[in-house]
């Protein structure tokens, strides 16, 4: 093994001893931490430098002494050759591997698996030195970015263990995660989904309050306080489902109001839910904006469908795993597995369903996986329609799924495929999702879901305030239809606050003034400043939080003069929140009030100047893959282009070309987008080498179209007049004629198809000559037309044809039977060659004949050719095999060839096989053996 410096861990310099065997040749301590140090930094450092930062507390001198010594330790260690010192600096002679150069490349490969291998510890664990204050600082620094890196990696990789059904590895990733840095509300979730997989009641507990722990203490959602709540109520309800504790769907939640003004909605989704009976599948959409009570409508349904005779499978779409591709399906999968009738699947399409969830085996009893982790996707989607197909034969399935927006794209075709198949079952996929979530196919049942009106909204008044003023009715629900548009959950907060109000002994007219000033999502005290927006624009458009050096070079303003003040102040409003890294937005409707106040100018400019500044300091694939996304949701491909060169600039050993585009292009870039990204990741050299292919290309296309031109009409068969008449002027219907067009290197050319066949002339002994009907041609070739042709000499006769402006060319007519003739050209028998004019073969009695034999042949006409089996004094076997063979038309000394194979007599002599042939007009003529 060679020398490498592990910082991972257990730190220390390892590499071959004198025996051969691994260990360690230099163990934790100062020299290892001055050796990582310039490992990490290639360009080497200098002796004070090093010295300040190992020795800070010590005078020069004796920090210097201390430097001498480390480097001598080092050169024992590693070898003079590779530690280069002189009198002013320090650095390797050579690159050193370590575990950190692994780390490294695999963040910039964006390798979960690969980094989570490699940092398998703290970075430089257990070195500490109170001599060293710039060592820990650096170390400090390189530990919190390790620490991040690693939470963020296994909580990418423990969703997607947990999506194909790796549950003990998904927890034990998740503890990894929280173990790295527990401040970061996806890693919990992650931690409770996997712990309530496990189905172990007592440890989902463990898990909850573990959370409320550490949410209580403030060590989590600092940029959303109160999300770690919603968290552990949302966990605590799918314990209290998993434990077959479900609620009644149809009572309403906590401060909801009464479902009304959804009837006729209702009523229409319940008769669609209802296939006709030559229909198998169908998949329904509830569609809606966020607030419009679309998950409200989806429990009701459920209701009223526990009493029907339907199966019902309900999946909740989650936002945390829209982009863990198949993280969906799973759990789609494992929802039908649990219904009673799924038993009845294919067990090899049940194998297909294992590899995607391996806890189904508990399902199905004796099945094994049939493959990888993730299937081929159309294996998966003929397994799923057999598993809807199972679940549906007896008893309708209804797939009721909440929240589709947030359905990896995976689990979406999947999922659409299979309810387009023709399965045995009968199965509806019923799902909601929002306006702008995907473009709905146009096979899908639609369902719009509208904002309530001026009756619904009264309604909801006289069953929530029983006791209110009938008079005062109208004018609160026009008051109220005004300011929330009909938006149930608007309606929900403008209800809340006038609850008090109701009840005080207010006015109608104080009421209605109270309604008219209602702010439902938006804050009066929202800042009003130029600075103030900009930074909270910024952080809008960089998704929430950015960091302290990106605020510094974007929001110069708000860190000189009395910016910092003007930022202590917005955090003491709960506009931003200051954390270790950068300032984050406050809670949600910050963002979605910033968001509305800017202007569209004023997006476009922030989320391109976020994404300018990604290209010129961003470390991972991740970084330009949301920049170029944030391009294209400006329609900026400029800019995109911009940020694409600046990236490869930067990053030398970053992927380029067609492999960077495939890592970063947006869903839905069209080809000029791709190409041109493509370009800008490529190197200069490739855009020669691609240009010059280009021009190759222009080039061989028009030598191509040059020699392609068709220019000849070439004749390929010999027409001749079928039949002797001896009147003087007699019309003859002749076999006609095939041509072909053909290009300057003789190749059989279309570029003349759809042009007509013409009859141009004829020699003197014809008296007419007429093609009925006019011919076209098609793939290069003129044929199957009828020539008619009036003469009386028995001679050849020419006729001239012209297609399209080739030039004319000239066909001689022959006269007919007399040019038939039919003779044995050779063949093998058992193996012996025939001779032309003494064609015989000894054959032992009782033995088979076998072999080939070649006719020559000439026919004006297509003909059949039949071994006369009755008059051969062969008497047939039943193991014989004779032939017809089809002579082609106008054919001089053609050739063809006919099988034999015979039981010879067992009665020795001499014996015939006999040949003819029959010429008929049609093939069809020539199959029915009319003349025979």
């Known amino acids: 093994m060679p020398i490498r410096v592990c910082c991972f861990g257990k730190p220390c310099l390892r590499g071959p001893m004198e025996d051969g065997s691994d260990g360690v040749l230099l163990p934790a301590g100062k020299p290892l931490l001055i050796l990582a140090y310039l490992a990490l930094h290639p360009g080497g450092a200098s002796r004070d430098t090093l010295a300040l930062l190992g020795w800070g507390t010590r005078d020069d001198a004796h920090a210097k002494a201390s430097l001498r010594q480390a480097i001598y330790r080092l050169r024992q260690a590693v070898g003079r050759d590779r530690l280069l010192a002189d009198e002013t600096s320090v650095r390797l002679g050579a690159p050193l591997p370590s575990d950190w150069q692994v780390a490294n490349d695999a963040v910039r490969r964006c390798d979960d698996a690969a980094l989570l291998q490699a940092a398998s510890g703290s970075f430089l664990e257990g070195i500490e030195d109170r001599e060293a204050d710039g060592f820990d600082s650096w170390l400090a620094t390189e530990r919190l970015q390790w620490a991040l890196q690693v939470r963020d990696a296994a909580t990418r990789e423990g969703r997607r263990l947990l999506a194909q059904g790796s549950i003990d590895s998904a927890v034990a990733l998740a503890e990894r995660a929280l173990e790295a840095r527990d401040d970061q509300l996806v890693t919990w979730e992650l931690y409770l989904d996997a712990l309530l997989a496990t189905g172990n009641v007592a440890r989902h507990e463990h898990g909850l309050a573990k959370l409320e722990a550490a949410g209580q203490h403030g060590l989590i959602g600092k940029s959303d306080p109160v999300g770690w709540q919603r968290l552990a109520r949302r966990a605590r309800s799918a314990n209290h489902r998993e434990g077959g504790g479900d609620r009644d769907a149809s009572a309403p939640g906590i401060g909801q109001l009464p479902l009304v003004g959804r009837d006729t909605l209702m009523a229409y989704t319940v008769e669609l839910l209802n296939l006709p009976p030559g229909e198998r599948q169908r998949i329904i959409a509830i569609v809606g904006g966020p607030g419009f009570g679309k998950s409200r409508v989806l429990r009701e349904l459920r209701r009223r469908l526990a009493a029907t005779d339907h199966h019902i499978a309900f999946v909740e779409a989650r936002t945390s795993e829209a982009r863990t591709p198949w993280a969906f399906l799973n759990r789609v999968v494992q929802a039908l597995a649990e219904l009673p009738d799924a038993l009845g699947v294919d067990p090899a399409e049940a194998a297909v369903l294992l590899s995607l969830n391996p806890q189904l085996a508990k399902r199905f009893v004796g099945t094994r996986s049939s493959g990888p982790a993730i299937p081929d996707p159309q294996a998966m989607i003929r397994a799923l329609a057999e598993l809807l197909g199972a679940v549906g034969e007896h008893r309708p399935l209804v797939l009721l799924v909440d929240d589709g927006q947030w359905v990896d794209s995976e689990s979406r075709s999947v999922l659409r495929a299979a309810f387009s198949r023709n399965a045995?079952?009968?199965?509806?996929?019923?799902?909601?999702?929002?306006?702008?979530?995907?473009?709905?196919?146009?096979?899908?049942?639609?369902?719009?879901?509208?904002?309530?009106?001026?009756?619904?909204?009264?309604?909801?008044?006289?069953?929530?305030?029983?006791?209110?003023?009938?008079?005062?009715?109208?004018?609160?629900?026009?008051?109220?239809?005004?300011?929330?548009?009909?938006?149930?959950?608007?309606?929900?907060?403008?209800?809340?606050?006038?609850?008090?109000?109701?009840?005080?002994?207010?006015?109608?007219?104080?009421?209605?003034?109270?309604?008219?000033?209602?702010?439902?999502?938006?804050?009066?005290?929202?800042?009003?400043?130029?600075?103030?927006?900009?930074?909270?624009?910024?952080?809008?458009?960089?998704?929430?939080?950015?960091?302290?050096?990106?605020?510094?070079?974007?929001?110069?303003?708000?860190?000189?003069?009395?910016?910092?003040?003007?930022?202590?102040?917005?955090?003491?409003?709960?506009?931003?929140?200051?954390?270790?890294?950068?300032?984050?937005?406050?809670?949600?409707?910050?963002?979605?009030?910033?968001?509305?106040?800017?202007?569209?100018?004023?997006?476009?400019?922030?989320?391109?100047?976020?994404?300018?500044?990604?290209?010129?300091?961003?470390?991972?694939?991740?970084?330009?893959?949301?920049?170029?996304?944030?391009?294209?949701?400006?329609?900026?491909?400029?800019?995109?282009?911009?940020?694409?060169?600046?990236?490869?600039?930067?990053?030398?050993?970053?992927?380029?070309?067609?492999?960077?585009?495939?890592?970063?292009?947006?869903?839905?870039?069209?080809?000029?987008?791709?190409?041109?990204?493509?370009?800008?990741?490529?190197?200069?050299?490739?855009?020669?080498?691609?240009?010059?292919?280009?021009?190759?290309?222009?080039?061989?296309?028009?030598?191509?179209?040059?020699?392609?031109?068709?220019?000849?009409?070439?004749?390929?068969?010999?027409?001749?007049?079928?039949?002797?008449?001896?009147?003087?002027?007699?019309?003859?219907?002749?076999?006609?004629?095939?041509?072909?067009?053909?290009?300057?290197?003789?190749?059989?050319?279309?570029?003349?198809?759809?042009?007509?066949?013409?009859?141009?002339?004829?020699?003197?002994?014809?008296?007419?000559a007429l093609l009925t009907p006019a011919p076209t041609a098609r793939h290069g070739m003129v044929s199957a037309t009828s020539l008619e042709v009036f003469s009386g000499v028995d001679g050849g006769n020419d006729v001239s044809f012209r297609l399209g402006s080739l030039p004319v060319l000239p066909v001689r007519v022959f006269r007919g039977y007399g040019h038939q003739s039919l003779a044995i050209g050779g063949g093998f028998l058992n193996g012996v060659a025939l001779a032309d004019q003494h064609p015989e073969v000894s054959v032992a009695p009782g033995d088979s004949l076998i072999g080939l034999v070649t006719l020559r042949y000439t026919t004006p006409q297509q003909a059949a050719l039949w071994m006369l089996a009755e008059t051969s004094t062969m008497n047939p076997h039943t193991t014989d095999t004779n032939t017809v063979v089809t002579l082609h038309s106008g054919a001089v000394d053609g050739l063809t060839e006919v099988m034999i194979r015979r039981r010879v007599p067992s009665q020795p002599g001499v014996y015939w096989l006999l040949w003819t042939f029959a010429a008929e007009p049609s093939a069809a003529e020539i199959l029915s053996l009319t003349n025979w």
């Open 424 to 768: 045995v079952g009968r199965s509806v996929c019923l799902l909601t999702t929002r306006n702008d979530a995907m473009l709905l196919p146009s096979d899908w049942y639609t369902v719009h879901l509208a904002s309530l009106d001026i009756d619904d909204v009264t309604a909801l008044l006289t069953r929530q305030f029983p006791a209110m003023d009938p008079s005062l009715c109208p004018a609160l629900s026009r008051a109220l239809l005004l300011v929330t548009g009909g938006v149930p959950s608007y309606l929900t907060r403008a209800f809340q606050r006038l609850t008090p109000v109701l009840a005080s002994e207010r006015t109608a007219a104080e009421i209605l003034d109270l309604v008219a000033t209602l702010e439902l999502h938006r804050d009066p005290a929202f800042p009003t400043g130029a600075v103030e927006r900009h930074l909270l624009g910024y952080l809008a458009m960089a998704g929430g939080s950015v960091s302290y050096r990106e605020l510094a070079e974007c929001c110069p303003a708000l860190t000189a003069g009395h910016g910092n003040e003007m930022l202590v102040q917005m955090e003491r409003q709960g506009w931003i929140i200051s954390g270790e890294h950068g300032f984050a937005l406050g809670h949600e409707l910050v963002q979605r009030q910033v968001t509305e106040v800017l202007s569209a100018a004023d997006r476009r400019s922030l989320a391109l100047e976020h994404a300018q500044f990604l290209a010129r300091h961003g470390e991972a694939i991740h970084d330009l893959r949301n920049a170029i996304h944030l391009c294209f949701a400006e329609a900026a491909l400029p800019e995109a282009l911009s940020v694409i060169r600046t990236w490869r600039r930067r990053m030398h050993d970053a992927p380029t070309g067609r492999e960077l585009v495939a890592l970063v292009l947006p869903h839905g870039a069209d080809l000029r987008w791709r190409w041109r990204l493509q370009a800008a990741a490529s190197p200069r050299l490739l855009h020669l080498v691609a240009a010059a292919m280009c021009l190759i290309t222009l080039t061989a296309w028009a030598v191509a179209g040059w020699l392609g031109q068709p220019t000849s009409l070439r004749l390929e068969n010999i027409p001749r007049v079928p039949g002797y008449e001896s009147t003087s002027r007699v019309r003859r219907n002749i076999v006609p004629p095939l041509f072909t067009v053909r290009d300057r290197l003789g190749r059989i050319s279309s570029a003349l198809d759809g042009n007509p066949l013409e009859v141009v002339g004829w020699s003197a002994s014809v008296d007419s």
